[in-house]
């Protein structure tokens, strides 16, 4: 059973609507015993991190994912739940993440080139770095294969995280990986089939 976390913010059943198309048993929870239980764990989130940060840790939540991942379970950070991710995020003012994944999350309007609209939304081909395996979580795709954004803050001082990054006027931070902790700033449950394999692929994890 995968546990997707509610702690106040995301597009939750979405998520778990496509998660059900692949046949993945899923909870919708923010309860500490439902969480421990579950095999595997995904964040998601939308807006703020800041906000988003002071929510998850209202209940230990940020606590929780951190034991639950030192113990081996698998995790899945979504869009703002990636940044949440990363050690510290720029968006009005610093703020703490869950310190999983090392570097930082800054405005998007600092790497590209001015004129192009922020935030970022759209189909966006994946590039997979050229000196690393391809990591589990894109078994089931290929490089250049597209999916689908919408963010104006990316992860930032993260290069040897990083398993796929997008061009926006520069290569921005697509998706992060460590050990079986994954984050993508991409929306799989708005990616058509391509999302629906990366999906499947953090199911067999």
Same mark, same amino acid.
Not at 133 to 151: A, M, N, Q, T, W
Not at 191 to 203: K, V, Y
């Given at each position: 059973?995968? #546990?997707?976390i509610d702690?106040?913010?995301?597009?939750?059943?979405?998520?778990?609507?496509?998660?059900?198309?692949?046949?993945?048993?899923?909870?919708?929870?923010?309860?500490?015993?439902?969480?421990?239980?579950?095999?595997?764990?995904?964040?998601?989130?939308?807006g #703020?991190?800041?906000?988003?940060?002071?929510?998850?840790?209202?209940?230990?939540?940020?606590?929780?994912?951190?034991?639950?991942? #030192?113990?081996?379970?698998?995790l899945?950070?979504?869009?703002?739940?990636?940044?949440?991710?990363f050690?510290?995020?720029?968006?009005?003012?610093?703020?703490?993440?869950?310190?999983?994944?090392?570097?930082?999350?800054?405005?998007?309007?600092?790497?590209?080139?001015?004129?192009?609209?922020?935030?970022?939304?759209?189909?966006?081909?994946?590039?997979?770095?050229?000196?690393k395996?391809?990591?589990?979580?894109?078994?089931?795709?290929?490089?250049?294969?597209?999916?689908?954004?919408?963010?104006s803050?990316?992860g930032?001082e993260?290069?040897?995280?990083?398993?796929?990054?997008?061009?926006?006027?520069?290569?921005?931070?697509?998706?992060?990986?460590t050990?079986?902790?994954?984050?993508?700033?991409?929306?799989?449950?708005?990616?058509?089939?391509?999302?629906?394999?990366?999906?499947?692929?953090?199911?067999?994890?």
């Open positions: 059973m995968i #546990a997707i702690y106040g913010v995301g597009n939750l059943f979405s998520l778990q609507s496509s998660l059900a198309a692949i046949g993945a048993e899923t909870v919708v929870t923010g309860d500490p015993a439902v969480i421990r239980t579950a095999e595997k764990l995904i964040l998601p989130g939308v #703020a991190f800041g906000d988003a940060a002071a929510l998850l840790r209202q209940n230990d939540l940020d606590k929780l994912v951190c034991q639950e991942v #030192a113990g081996g379970k698998p899945l950070g979504i869009c703002l739940g990636m940044q949440l991710l050690d510290y995020g720029l968006e009005y003012g610093r703020h703490k993440g869950l310190g999983l994944i090392h570097g930082s999350v800054q405005p998007i309007a600092d790497y590209i080139p001015a004129g192009l609209k922020i935030p970022h939304i759209g189909w966006n081909a994946l590039r997979f770095p050229v000196r395996p391809v990591s589990p979580l894109f078994k089931h795709i290929k490089e250049g294969d597209c999916v689908y954004f919408v963010h803050f990316c930032t993260c290069e040897e995280s990083v398993i796929a990054s997008a061009e926006y006027g520069a290569m921005l931070t697509a998706a992060v990986g050990g079986q902790i994954y984050g993508v700033q991409f929306h799989p449950e708005k990616s058509g089939a391509t999302g629906l394999r990366i999906l499947q692929a953090f199911c067999e994890l």
